[in-house]
Structures are given as C-alpha cells and as structure tokens.
C-alpha cells in the first residue's frame, strides 16, 4: 500500500499581528477539498479573531469522480466499510493536528473540530478518542460511526453539537437522533439540531447555531 503523504490545505491566519491562541480545523465531505469550507474561517473570525483556521485535503483522490477527495470511498456505504475507512483515516488526521497545535504552541484544549458530511464523521470518530479533550467538536449533517462502539472506546468527552437538515436526503436526518442517543448515553454534553426544509448542507440558521455553541462553549468571550 502507498505511503500517503502528510495533510495539507488552505489556512486563514488569526486577525493582526497577534499569535493564534485557538485552532479550528474543518473538515469537508466526500468530493470537496478544503477550500470547500475555508470561506467559513471569515464568519468564525468574527468571534474568535485570534483564531487560526485550517481545512486540510482529505487524503484520497475522490474515486466517483475525476475532482475531490475523500477521506475514504462511499462506493460501499455498509457499517463495516465506514469503519474501516474512519479507522484508517484517524492516524493521517491525527499526526496533521498535533503538528498544527505544536506549530502554534496550543494545546489539545485550544482545538475545535468542525467537519460536514463525511467530515463530520472523522472529527466525531477522531476527536471523541483523544486523549485530552479538544475545545469543542461541531459535526454538520454527519452521522456517529460506531455509535454502538463508542461506549468502549471513548476516551473524552468535549462538548458536541450537532446538526442536520430535515431534508437531507444524502445523510438522512435519522442520523442525528441516533448520534445524540450515543453521546448521551457515553456521558458526553451534547446540543443537537434538526434544521427544517435544509437538505445536505450548511445555511445561515446553521452558521448562526454554531457560532452561538462556540461562544457559549468558550466562555462566551474571545478565547485566551
């Protein structure tokens, strides 16, 4: 099997002059890549101006199309093939946020995780088996893999928001419920929102809950 090399996408420094004091990384889903998401960076920084942003590319070439990529293949979407394609991914993933926070001198509690679709997959299997706790995990019209796993294999418990379109007919809705039973039931804090008439994506209503989780999360201030 080829070695694949480290993660990379675009970045969007903090605000002025001054040292990030929190990173947010976002994920994409399946046939993006990371400047899919990077214009989010702009709103976030609206409330955390000492934030650094980063969206890496996923680590493989998309295999439905000739664009994108993805963080495993859907072209078999059972149970088992979405584990092992988490499971495989969360080492990439994982060295790529160590080296992030170490070149910014953070540690693990001054991470967020934000992921979409197939991204949401991998910030909530990765982030909730850290372990340090990371700031704060946001997974938008995602889905919990393993979910009936995750009470064995949890190792912290960072406050999670969720949230996921009624309309949504790529990643039916049905998936939220039963993210938010598991995180429960694992003792994890947990917000969760359905968003009516959205299908698969992010709208303003979902920006705008997500950026009030943050600031309640963080204190309700800048970080730092």
């Known amino acids: 099997m080829a070695v694949l090399p480290p993660l990379d996408g675009p970045r969007l420094p903090p605000a002025g002059d001054a040292p990030a004091d929190l990173l947010v990384v976002l994920l994409h889903g399946v046939g993006a890549d990371g400047a899919d998401l990077i214009a989010l960076a702009e709103l976030y920084r609206q409330l955390l101006p000492r934030a650094a942003f980063v969206a890496p590319n996923a680590p493989l070439r998309f295999d439905m199309a000739p664009f994108g990529f993805m963080w495993f293949s859907l072209q078999n979407f059972d149970a ?12 990439l993933l994982e060295a790529f946020l160590a080296a992030e926070l170490a070149h910014h001198g953070l540690g693990p ?20 088996r850290q372990d340090a706790p990371p700031a704060a995990i946001i997974s938008h019209s995602g889905m919990l893999v393993d979910a009936d796993r995750l009470a ?24 939220l419920p039963i993210a938010e039973a598991a995180l429960v039931a694992a003792s994890v804090p947990v917000e969760a929102h359905l968003l009516p008439n959205l299908g ?7 920006l705008r809950i997500a950026i009030t989780f943050l600031a309640r999360t963080l204190n309700g201030r800048h970080p730092g």
């Not at 064995?152 to 998936?175: K, M």
């Not at 698969?200 to 979902?206: K, L, P, V, Y």
């Open 80 to 91: 088992e093939t979405r584990s092992r394609g988490v499971r495989a991914a969360q080492p």
């Open 109 to 128: 509690d001054r991470l967020v995780l934000l992921g979409f679709s197939q991204g949401a997959m991998m910030a909530l299997h990765v982030g909730l």
């Open 152 to 175: 064995a294999e949890i190792r912290c418990r960072p406050p999670v928001l969720l949230t996921h379109g009624t309309d949504d007919d790529v990643l039916p809705a049905a998936n």
């Open 200 to 206: 698969h994506g992010i709208d303003e209503a979902t």
